[in-house]
Each structure stands twice: as C-alpha cells, then as structure tokens.
C-alpha cells in the first residue's frame, strides 16, 4: 500500500456549546461523532488524508506577508526538543520548528509532511517510508533518511532516559538503503506506530549529536517552517520565518509566545489587541464572553485530555486503593463542573473520553456520597484523629497538592477539594510550583499530588495510554504499578483491528476505575480565542492544539 497526500476541501458541523453538552450527556454514543472520533485505519491499508481547506472564506482571500504573531502560554517553556512536546504550550513551538514524517491532523486524519508516501506490510512489521527531497535545515544541511534514523534511533534508546521513549514500541532495527528511504522492521506489530513513532519531530542529526540533548532543547534546528530566534523559558520564546522552508516561506515574521500564567490577564492582552491568540485557554467564562464579539474567532473542540489529580500511589498515605476510591466518592463532580467550569465539560468515567471508539460506558462509576466514602476509609483502617484527620499505624492521612504557580483555573478546584477531603478526614495542603518542576517531581515521585490536563491515552484516535500507565511509561506520574495493566498495554499495541483492540482496552479501564490511580475529573470543551486580525484558520476543527502547528498558513490582517 503507497500513501499520498491529496487536496481536498471538507466542511463539518460547528459545535454550539449547547450540542456539546447534549452530546457528552449522551455519552458520546451518537453517530455523528462516533464518525467523527474512528479509529485509525489498519497499518496494511488506507491513504491519508489531506486537511480540509480553511474555508471558502480564507480561499477568497489573498495571504498577505509579515508582521508578528503573538500566542499566550500559561507556563514556562522548558525546552524546545521533540521530547519536551507534552505541555501543549511547548509542543506548538517545538511543531513550528521541526517536522514530523506524518501526523494526524486537528480533522484526526493522517498527514504527510516530510514523508512522501509510505508502505506497511501486510503483517505489520515493516514500514517503509519514501522521503521528500530537496528538503533543508535551518542551518541549511539537506534533510535525508540519515536524520529520521538518528532522530528515532536516539530518542527510544533507554539508556538516553527519553520521556517518550515508550512511542517506540515494538521498533527493531530502522534501515538506510539509499538517502531518501526509511525501512523500520518491527520486533512486533506496534498498532499506534503511525500515531506515535511515525509522528516525532525529526532533528537534525549531525549537529545534535554534536552538541546533545541538553544544549538541542535550547536551541534546536529542525526543518519547520519557523526556526528559533529567541528563548526565555519564563518570559517569551521568539520564532521567525523560515526562508526556505519546503513548503514556502511562511506569511507572518514572527511568532512570540509569551508566558502570562493568569487567565485574566492573557484575556486582557486579547481584548487590548496586544495578543493573537492564547494557546491555552481562558477561564471558560472570559472564552464565552467573546463569542458574540465579531472582532474574536472560537475555535471549539471536544478535549481529549483528563483534568485530573496525579496521586503518587507509592506514598504510605495514598498506595492503598480503598483512599483514592473514597476521595473519588468525596468529589462532587457535577458541582465542579456547574460552579467553576460553566457547565462546558462532561464528566470523567474512564481514562479514555466519550468521544473515543475505544470508549467504555458501562465502566464501574464513582458518584457523590460522603457516606461511602466515609465507610470505605474506616474499611481501610484509617481512624479519625482528635483533630478530624485520619491516622493509621503513625500515619496521618495528609498530602501535598503542588498546583501551577498562576493557574487561576484549577486553583479553585484545588481548593474545593481541599474542602471535600477534609469532610471525609482527608488533610490537603496546597502549594505551587512552576509546571516544569510539577512534571519533574512527579516524574521522578518526590511530589504528592498536582492538578492539570493531560491525556490518558494517545489522543482522540488512539486508545494507548503506555506513556501513562505502564509501570515504565515516561509520564507515570502516579507512579501506578500493575503487571496486569502492563501486560494489556503491551497486548493491545499488537493487535491491528479495531474491535478485536476495545476488548483490550476494555479491560484497561476496567482496571484503571477499579485502581483509581489518579482522581479523574471532567473532559472539557476546549476553547481557543483569536483575534479576527488572523486570517486562514481552519473551519470546524475535530481537535485542538495542532491546529497551531499550521502558523504558516496563517496571515495577518490590519
């Protein structure tokens, strides 16, 4: 099978808020979006898609070329190499400046960039891809199959300590036959392979061998349309247009993402006109408020990604089920959601959302009741203290909840939590640290418990969740460790059809709502805010965040 990309134009139903919560208290069960939400085509068959066009508006239109850009992020930028692209505010930066071989795009159809065609084999375990050429560098090097070896060969290498490593399952050895072919043979089949290994940002091989990973975060060279001018982690990270980009010089200069972590004041910037856009949302009210502003676009999509609360399962206090169950109990979801979320979430019944093929509606739920909470603490020996605090054999039943410093957001759901712990003899302390560190702590399980988004699976088409609970996955942030767990995860990987694959994952959730290894909240509506000075946006996208991976489609007018 040979893959190649076509230009095609689609249009899609945009989601009122109103649909969004009609549909996420359906349970995601219409055909509408099972439609929209498939799963990925089997590796021995099917061709790519092409994006759909930015609307009849946008294709009437004459891009015009330069100025700057602005974009808000809520956090640091960390680092700038394919291995810091988990934070979105990173990972739209760090996908303007490299390339992937492929991707699935924000209509979850596959992509080809740096690839110009590719072939599986019938059993799965060979992949060739076809490389375009007369592709360059920022330094000006050619792109060629050397650079997508080193890249893949580096970054799955354990003995490298990738976070992401763990995308490159089942990869054996990755062949070389002439500069611009790419053979990988599969030690075994690897369903997700196009979804992840396929899609990691390719570096430029020579120079980071040279300089190593430490130095590449801060300053990369990809083949992106966009390359590095400036970098402050904290304030603001600068790009510029890519003369010779593959695809075209892009149209805007500039790009400046600056880090402003309170939503009220990145709403400000955008009702100034001193920003573009925020990569990450407002508080959901200040997003609704510029929805009948003719001078805002919203783009609005169904989020994939769990707001939730990463619990370090290897802590005395919290390693035993029956607590993190109760707290379950303890949280009055639907309360959250109406109160602090403007009623634009649903729910969260598993670690895979609604909207998801591999989505299982009859899992084990978690409703309010204090009550059940109560008994199945008592069941688990912890004893209420003199003070109201739980305490068994020397223990007290307390922890810490790093939030991020800034988050006016999830801070407030932080806070109601403190509360409903304490009503069940759970004490909470709340303090802040930067999201860098957060990461880093719970990564390496030094810290207790935070509060933020992050997906459970591998985004809206796959249901992998091995970068997060598998016991060796790079975002283990709960420090979860269940051989059975790791057993489906490796099993489901291997298995190419779609129905065969949900019996898996099926048992997934099953045991990820029975472990309850973090305390899942909601799936929220995801709401980007741009000025309608940015022209050539996309129509209806299916998913957020990588719809900014196309700034160079993008123009600026006034």
């Not at 990987?493 to 779609?498: A, C, E, N, T």
């Amino acid at each position: 099978m040979t893959a190649e990309v076509k230009d095609k134009s689609g249009h899609e139903r945009k989601l009122s808020r109103r649909d969004f919560l009609r549909y996420t208290a359906m349970g995601g069960s219409a055909a509408l979006f099972l439609a929209a939400c498939a799963p990925p085509a089997a590796p021995t068959g099917g061709a790519p898609a092409a994006a759909p066009a930015a609307g009849e508006a946008a294709a009437a239109e004459t891009p015009k070329r330069g100025g700057t850009m602005i974009w808000l992020g809520h956090q640091e930028v960390a680092g700038l190499s394919p291995d810091d692209a988990g934070p979105d505010v990173q990972a739209v930066l760090i996908n303007n400046i490299h390339n992937p071989l492929l991707y699935y795009n924000e209509y979850n159809e596959l992509e080809l960039v740096l690839a110009e065609s590719y072939e599986v084999a019938e059993d799965g375990l060979t992949y060739t891809f076809k490389l375009k050429q007369g592709v360059k560098f920022h330094d000006g090097s050619d792109f060629t199959a050397k650079d997508v070896k080193y890249t893949w060969d580096y970054y799955r290498n354990p003995e490298n300590g990738a976070v992401r490593a763990g995308l490159f399952t089942g990869v054996g050895e990755i062949e070389t036959p002439d500069d611009y072919t790419v053979v990988v043979k599969m030690d075994s089949v690897n369903a997700a392979s196009l979804v992840n290994w396929a899609s990691f940002p390719i570096v430029q091989s020579t120079y980071h061998a040279e300089v190593g990973e430490s130095v590449y975060r801060t300053a990369p060279i990809g083949t992106g349309a966009y390359k590095l001018k400036e970098w402050r982690a904290a304030e603001y990270t600068e790009l510029e247009a890519f003369e010779e980009h593959f695809r075209g010089r892009p149209n805007i200069d500039i790009i400046r993402l600056e880090v402003v972590p309170e939503p009220s004041v990145r709403t400000i910037a955008l009702q100034t006109g001193d920003a573009h856009s925020s990569v990450w949302p407002l508080l959901v009210e200040d997003s609704l408020s510029f929805a009948d502003d003719p001078n805002y676009t919203l783009l609005r999509t169904l989020g994939n990604s769990i707001k939730h609360f990463p619990l370090n399962n290897s802590v005395p206090q919290l390693s035993d089920k029956r607590v993190r169950q109760a707290m379950m109990h303890a949280l009055d979801r639907e309360k959250i959601i109406a109160d602090l979320w403007q009623g634009a979430a649903t729910v969260a019944h598993s670690n895979i959302p609604p909207t998801s093929f591999y989505h299982d509606p009859t899992v084990k739920k978690y409703p309010y009741d204090v009550e059940k909470a109560r008994a199945l603490l008592d069941e688990a020996g912890w004893v209420p203290g003199s003070d109201g605090v739980r305490t068994k054999d020397g223990v007290r039943l307390a922890f810490t909840m790093t939030t991020i410093t800034g988050d006016q957001a999830r801070r407030p759901i932080a806070e109601f939590a403190q509360q409903a712990f304490k009503e069940i003899g759970v004490e909470v302390q709340l303090a802040e640290a930067p999201v860098a560190s957060i990461l880093e702590g719970l990564r390496a399980g030094t810290l207790e418990s935070s509060i933020f988004n992050w997906t459970y699976n591998s985004g809206a088409l796959e249901p992998d969740p091995f970068a997060t609970l598998h016991s060796k996955g790079g975002n283990n942030f709960n420090q979860f460790k269940n051989e059975e767990m790791d057993r489906l995860i490796e099993a489901g990987l291997q298995i190419v059809d779609p129905n065969e694959r949900k019996k898996i994952y099926d048992q997934i959730q099953a045991i990820f709502v029975e472990e309850v290894p973090c305390l899942y909240l909601q799936y929220d509506e995801w709401i980007n805010v741009f000025s309608n000075r940015v022209k050539g946006l996309p129509q209806n996208p299916k998913s957020s965040t990588v719809f900014y991976y196309r700034a160079h489609e993008w123009w600026l007018e006034g």
